[in-house]
């Protein structure tokens, strides 16, 4: 197995690989900064990461969610089987559905019902609750608490210690900013911040959402 990255959402990953007796065999970097991480390679990439990992084992372990939404696609294209890894202390219910390639981090909790898309960060001390559904490439930053039955776009990010009220529904690419109480549905790419969320420029758009 191929970690795509060697930064420090990586590590995280790489520690919870490890605990759950999953040896990567190397980790795969546009600029590794050291050779080896506890034992284990960090290859500088030398051609398409897709060549290098085509017909093995993969996780892309990077956390922004454009980046990881880019490689997971073309590394899938090129024969890449991505897998999956739970650290063994985070709660994943058997009656939850997800996808691959997904990362949950210690003391992260995924209720039955849940149903989890491809490629999704499920980050430090999480919960997702019954019944919420999640697209592809979703980050559950670190302490975000999602109650039962939220919906949440690809690509969208909850911020470190966000709340979202049960059945609202957040859409695409959005970001919602960390410490916010999300009590209303959110439009596709939006950012909103605060208690309660509110929308707020997006960053280069210069208009409001
Ligand atoms: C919401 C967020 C995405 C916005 O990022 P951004 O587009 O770069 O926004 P800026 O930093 O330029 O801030 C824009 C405004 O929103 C405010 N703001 C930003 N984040 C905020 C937050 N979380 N809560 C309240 N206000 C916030 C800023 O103070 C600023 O206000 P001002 O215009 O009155 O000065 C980002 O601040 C955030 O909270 N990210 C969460 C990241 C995270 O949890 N990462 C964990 C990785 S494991």
């Known amino acids: ?18 605990l ?28 398409e ?3 290098m990992v ?12 454009h980046t990881r939404a880019r490689l997971f696609e ?9 897998v999956n890894v739970v650290h063994p202390r985070a709660w994943l219910s058997p009656r939850a559905l997800c996808g691959s390639g997904i990362f949950v981090a210690a003391s992260a909790v995924v ?18 609750d019954h019944d919420c559904v999640l697209g592809d490439h979703v980050h559950v930053c670190p302490g975000v608490r999602l ?4 919906k ?9 210690g966000a709340s979202v009220l049960p059945g609202v529904r957040i859409g695409e690419d959005c970001r919602i900013g960390a410490g916010a109480a999300v009590i209303h549905d959110v439009a596709d790419h939006s950012v909103v911040v605060g208690v309660p969320a509110r929308g707020i420029p997006a960053a280069g758009s210069g208009t409001s959402v």
């Open 74 to 82: 073309e590394i899938v294209k090129a024969g890449g089987r991505p």
């Open 49 to 51: 990461w897709a060549a």
């Open 111 to 128: 209720n039955p019902g849940a149903v989890i898309g491809d490629n999704c960060i499920l980050n430090t001390s999480c919960s997702v």
């Open 152 to 160: 949440v776009g690809a690509l969208t990010m909850v911020g470190t």
């Open 20 to 47: 759950a007796g999953i040896g990567p065999e190397a980790l795969l970097d546009d600029n590794p900064t050291t050779s080896r991480l506890w034992d284990v390679p960090v290859i500088r990439r030398t051609g």
């Open 147 to 150: 109650a039962g039955q939220v």
């Open 1 to 18: 197995m191929i970690l795509v990255g060697a930064g420090g959402h990586a590590k995280v990953v790489l520690d919870a690989a490890l």
């Open 54 to 65: 085509a017909g093995k084992e993969f996780l892309v372990a990077i956390g922004d969610d």
